[in-house]
């Protein structure tokens, strides 16, 4: 059976959007909601614990959406910085390193 | 006219007269109480709590553990507990018999005529009330934090609570809502239980359910009421600001979404006990004592975590619905349909591999990015007024933060006794 994954959703607004362009990564937003746009970063299990443990106000939206919610800006802001900078989703591990 | 609340008991509001007040405090002990306890006063002396009379004896603490009733068999599912230490019983030199007088913010609140002192077991009490014993539970975590000894008796309140800016035009008790309801001519009233700055997705379940409870009613005038009614109590660090949900339900009003013909928006002072289909008896007897006549539940109603099934609370109200003077209306959940182009319901709409579900997280989730969502899902006047209330009260952010917690003007304060 395939591990779940859950997202964490960063929402892109214009200012990450510019970011992702200038990266040439803008093919990386999916349409979620209504047309807003967003970039998901997916967590297993683990690094979903970790993650709810060191961010007290984050969230796991277990009845509606399956995603992590409620990280505070400053920390999707560094996790989206990382995906422009190694061009991937797939950097929850380098994230949680620094803690 | 007698106004009858909850149980089929007459509302009576147990609030001293100012000229009698100065006279009825002095020379009585006086007990500080905590900002739970001086919702529950409150909630006692406007009849929101009513047939209570007062803060639990044993009796009717047993009754409501036991059996979810009082001891006279009144449904009531939550205790209402007045808690002290034995230091502070010692301390304090209170004894079965006395009256003291409560104050808070230093200022005499209200009258306690305690008739018993007594102990309960705080395990069996969260195994019933909550459904498990797991401190981790907040309602659990919250009874656990009770002190040792319990005290029953009738409260009496001495000085009325001011109703701080923005909080004033809507803190309505339950004789005043009920002669509104008159004066606007509405037969029905359906309450919306929220906590939440309100998403497209909450405005149509309000709308779903005006539907459902006009039913078989003539159309010729408005005759059906939405109540909003918020529950205005402790605030966790990443809440939206208690300023933010109550003015942006009645922007919804304002903003044209809904009108004065069929919108209205309150609060009531209560800490959530996240107790789920037991709190939602509870909501029950405190909208029926508001003189509402139907009450939204949806999924998962004040529940928490995993604690409840979706619709437990659904089934416990079932089980006592010819007890209770409140018709349930149960809602669906309402999620965007890009197929459709508009918002519906799970029960409507079957371009199920196309829905793109929200909740009210998701969409705190998005504001805290700094997204403003399309107009389908938030409506842009809530949105302004959220941003405006993080400037104007949340010291820069629509959620609660430590500033807020420590800066923030109270909602309501006891003024000192006149005379």
């Known amino acids: 059976m395939a591990e779940e994954k859950y997202p964490i959703n960063i929402w892109v607004n214009e200012e990450r959007y510019e970011k992702l362009k200038e990266a040439g990564l803008a093919h990386m937003c999916e349409e979620m909601l209504a047309g807003m746009k967003v970039i998901r970063v997916y967590a297993n299990a683990a690094q979903r614990d970790k993650i709810l443990k060191v961010f007290p106000t984050a969230k796991f939206d277990s009845a509606t959406t399956k995603s992590i919610e409620l990280?505070?800006?400053q920390v999707k802001d560094k996790?989206?910085?990382?995906v422009v900078e190694r061009k991937s989703v797939d950097v929850l591990d380098e994230f949680l390193s620094a803690y | 006219m007698a106004?009858?609340?909850h149980g089929g008991k007459e509302i009576v509001?147990?609030?001293l007269d100012p000229k009698e007040a100065p006279a009825k405090v002095r020379g009585l002990k006086q007990v500080p109480v905590r900002s739970q306890i001086a919702n529950e006063v409150i909630g006692i002396a406007y009849g929101f709590f009513c047939p209570l009379t007062g803060f639990m004896g044993k009796e009717d603490l047993d009754a409501v553990v036991k059996k979810m009733r009082l001891k006279d068999g009144t449904i009531w599912s939550i205790p209402i507990l007045f808690d002290l230490s034995d230091q502070e019983l010692s301390d304090y030199g209170i004894k079965e018999g006395d009256t003291i007088c409560l104050t808070y913010h230093d200022n005499p609140m209200a009258i306690f005529e305690i008739r018993e002192i007594y102990s309960y077991d705080k395990e069996a009490m969260c195994q019933s009330i909550f459904g498990t014993a797991e401190s981790k539970h907040p309602g659990c975590a919250?009874?656990?934090a009770y002190k040792d000894k319990f005290l029953g008796g009738d409260i009496t309140l001495v000085t009325p609570p001011k109703i701080n800016p923005p909080f004033d035009p809507y803190f309505i008790p339950p004789l005043e809502?009920?002669?509104?309801?008159?004066?606007?001519?509405?037969?029905?009233?359906?309450a919306h239980q929220t906590r939440n700055v309100p998403h497209t997705g909450h405005e149509w379940l309000m709308k779903g359910a005006w539907f459902q409870t006009y039913a078989e009613l003539p159309i010729e005038k408005?005759?059906?009421g939405v109540l909003v009614n918020a529950i205005i109590g402790e605030k966790r660090k990443g809440d939206y600001i208690d300023e933010a949900i109550i003015l942006t339900q009645d922007e919804l009003r304002k903003s044209g979404y809904f009108g004065d013909h069929n919108h209205m928006t309150s609060l009531t002072f209560w800490d959530m006990r996240y107790a789920g289909p037991k709190e939602a008896?509870?909501?029950?007897?405190?909208?029926?004592?508001?003189?509402?006549t139907h009450h939204m539940y949806g999924r998962d109603h004040a529940g928490v975590g995993t604690y409840y099934g979706p619709y437990d609370a659904h089934h416990l109200l079932a089980t006592v619905q010819d007890e209770l003077n409140i018709t349930p209306v149960y809602s669906m959940n309402w999620l965007y349909c890009p197929h459709c182009g508009e918002i519906t319901s799970e029960g409507l709409c079957n371009h199920k591999s196309e829905w793109q579900k929200f909740s009210g997280t998701l969409i705190r989730s998005i504001v805290e990015d700094g997204v403003k969502p399309p107009r389908l899902i938030f409506r842009p006047e809530v949105f302004d007024l959220v941003m405006e209330c993080a400037e104007k009260y949340g010291f820069g952010s629509p959620f609660v933060t430590d500033e807020y917690l420590a800066k923030r003007t109270p909602v309501f304060t006891i003024p000192p006794l006149a005379g």
Do not use: C, S
């Open chain 2, 13 to 15: 509001e147990r609030i």
């Open chain 2, 281 to 292: 008896i509870f909501h029950a007897a405190l909208r029926t004592n508001l003189g509402l």
């Open chain 2, 142 to 144: 919250r009874t656990y």
């Open chain 2, 177 to 190: 809502m009920r002669k509104r309801f008159r004066e606007k001519g509405w037969q029905r009233i359906v």
């Open chain 2, 3 to 5: 106004e009858i609340g």
């Open chain 1, 79 to 82: 996790i989206f910085d990382i």
């Open chain 1, 71 to 73: 990280l505070p800006r």
């Open chain 2, 222 to 224: 408005p005759l059906v």
